[in-house]
């Protein structure tokens, strides 16, 4: 059983930056794709930005492309979220999750992803 830790939320100006990191237990960590989720007050769950399992591949909603860089280090069981760029529409609870079945292509559906973290809360004022 994968547990997933997320770190790094805060607060910002508009305009600011923001590294979020989530770090997993267990072993299969390098076998799975990983994926950072958003869900903001009264929307539903969004894909942010996904990555597979060796950091080849990587995945962005349109509306973070350009702001957003995923990557992960394998060695220390950890994904990062560089947010750059931030804006007020970014607020949101960051989740970070992993691809339910191991060695295949990589997803964009939440509903493909299980070991969801606790969450980090984003917030970016205008």
């Known amino acids: 059983q994968v547990q997933l830790v997320e770190s790094g939320g805060g607060s910002v100006q508009s305009g600011g930056s923001l590294r979020l990191s989530c770090t997993a237990s267990?072993?299969?960590?390098?076998?799975?794709?990983m994926g950072w989720f958003r869900q903001a007050p009264g929307k539903e769950r969004e894909t942010v930005a996904a990555i597979s399992r060796n950091g080849g591949s990587t995945y962005y909603a349109d509306s973070v492309t350009g702001r957003f860089t995923i990557s992960r280090d394998n060695a220390k069981n950890t994904v990062y979220l560089q947010m750059n760029s931030l804006k007020p529409d970014d607020t949101a609870v960051y989740y970070c999750a992993k691809q339910t079945v191991p060695y295949i292509s990589m997803r964009k559906d939440p509903a493909d992803f299980d070991s969801w973290g606790q969450g980090t809360q984003v917030t970016v004022s205008s």
């Open positions: 267990g072993r299969t960590f390098s076998s799975a794709n």
